[in-house]
Structures are given as C-alpha cells and as structure tokens.
T-cell receptor, first 112, second 113 residues
C-alpha cells in the first residue's frame, strides 16, 4: 500500500557534525515532498521541499536529495547544532491530491 | 493572531462522551487541514477544507468524526462517543497557497479515559 517510512528511528550525532536523515516512499505517483521538524509539544515546522522534477534542493544549512529511481529521500543538515534536536518527518503529496502523507519520523539527538 | 491557534491545548474526557476541538487558522488562509498524531507516529490526515467546504474527508476514520468550517475561517472537529483509541494529538494547519506556506498549530492533546 501507500506508505512513507524512515530507515532509522533515532540518530545521534555530535554537535558540528553533518546529519543525514533518510526516508523511503512507495508511491510512484508522489510528485512533491517536504521535510518537517517537530519539537516536543509543538506542531510540525516546514524545513524544505522538493518537487519530483528535481533531484536536489538546498536551503540554509539543509539539503534535500531525491532519488526517484529507488524512491528515496534524504535530508542533510550541515554543522548540526543542539537546536536541531527534534523529530524529523518526511511527507509526500500524490498527484492530484492536497493532503500530505507523513512518515513515522526520525529522532535526531545532538550531543554537545 | 500571528499563528494557527488550537483550543483547548489539552482535553481529558471520559469514554463515550462528545468533544469539540477548535482551530483558528491564520487570517485569510483559505485552506485548512486536520491531522491526528498518535504517540511516536507521524501525523495522519483527517480532513481538508477549502473555504467552507470539505474538499477531502477521506481520512476521517468513521462516522463518529465530523468537522465543520461554516464561515470559512474557524473550524471545529467533533468526535462523538469517544473511545480510548481516539486519544492522540489533533493538529490543525492552514495555508493560503501550498504546503510551503502552510503552518501547523500546536495541537490539542485529547485523552480519553
């Protein structure tokens, strides 16, 4: 069935290192993807998005990579900071729909 | 307000009771979404409004769940005959255009005892 999932439930990194969070999706009809950050007690916060006609997009300290061949999405965070500690979700939108489908999340823990 | 406001922030109710959860979107945002998030899981889509009408209610789990947005602004999610399995954080998001400009509220934590 349709699903968006993650390979690693928890990722622990040292402050200053780069982080890579991975996500696999199964619906080839998905044409838009978003990464969200969610801190405890808060709603998801938009980080970066990418459309299916792109394979890479960069923001401030973040890069999203999309590999449609293997249906894989990744979020790279450069120079990870303690404030980056949160749960990260990938989400997808299927062509013709407006609703986002979220994955189950990866917790990023940044060690000082 | 400056962001999406959800009230109450916490709600404890007894099994079988009726509850209403409120979402005040960002002023002028025509699209409004309700999601439900269980502990340790990603948000799960419930319903999407464009203006006053429910454009997609395919995520509502059963007929105990209903949502309205009568004036195209505030929305209320209504749950009848609550069950313990309804316990979750209910999230609301609003946007004027696409998801890159959408904002989530902090959610209402519903606990059914």
């Amino acid at each position: 069935g349709e699903s968006v999932g993650l390979h690693l439930p928890t990722l622990s990194v040292q402050e200053g290192d780069n982080s890579i969070i991975n996500c696999a999706y199964s619906n080839s009809a998905s044409d838009y993807f978003i990464w969200y950050k969610q801190e405890s007690g808060k709603g998801p916060q938009f980080i970066i998005d990418i459309r299916s006609n792109m394979d890479k997009r960069q923001g401030q300290r973040v890069t999203v990579l999309l590999n449609k061949t293997v249906k894989h999405l990744s979020l790279q965070i450069a120079a990870t900071q303690p404030g980056d500690s949160a749960v990260y979700f990938c989400a997808e939108i299927h062509t013709g729909r407006r609703a986002l489908t979220f994955g189950s999340g990866t917790r990023l823990q940044v060690q000082p | 307000g400056a962001g999406v406001s959800q009230t109450p922030s916490n709600k404890v109710t007894e099994k079988g009771k009726y509850v209403e959860l409120r979402c005040d979107p960002i002023s002028g945002h025509t699209a409004l979404y309700w999601y439900r998030q269980s502990l340790g899981q990603g948000p799960e889509f419930l319903i999407y409004f464009q203006g006053t009408g429910a454009a997609d209610d395919s995520g509502l789990p059963n007929d105990r769940f209903f949502a309205v947005r009568p004036e195209g602004s505030v929305s209320t999610l209504k749950i009848q005959r609550t069950e313990r399995g309804d316990s979750a954080v209910y999230l609301c998001a609003s946007s004027l255009k696409g998801w890159s400009e959408a904002f989530f509220g902090q959610g209402t934590r519903l606990t059914v005892v």
